[in-house]
């Protein structure tokens, strides 16, 4: 994310569960139900919308520490694309 110009050396994550009591727009759960991850969190609050962008857990990415980095890169960029697209789609 530094690459990017973000900082998000201060952020940690935070459990769905911590918000089922607030109301939003739109709610995009960012994971991939595999049987080695698991299932993805669902969300029960107020949202007008759900929505759900497959991806990976770039925690998961094996091989050398250069196959790591690029495939933390693309999901990266892949997240990054659809933030674009999806607020281009949205109207206020």
């Known amino acids: 994310m530094a690459e990017e110009g973000i900082d998000i050396s201060n952020e ?5 569960a911590l918000f089922q009591q607030d109301t939003f727009d739109y709610v995009i ?3 991939k139900e595999t049987e080695d991850y698991g299932t993805c969190p669902v969300f029960f609050g107020t949202t007008k919308e ?3 962008l ?8 094996h091989g050398s520490e250069k196959d790591r980095l690029n495939r933390y890169r693309s999901i990266r960029d892949t997240i990054k694309a659809f933030a674009i697209d999806f607020t281009h789609k949205i109207s206020f």
């Open 54 to 61: 497959e991806i990976e857990d770039p925690a998961q990415a």
């Open 50 to 52: 759900r929505l759900n």
């Open 29 to 31: 759960i960012v994971c």
């Open 12 to 16: 940690v994550p935070k459990n769905i």
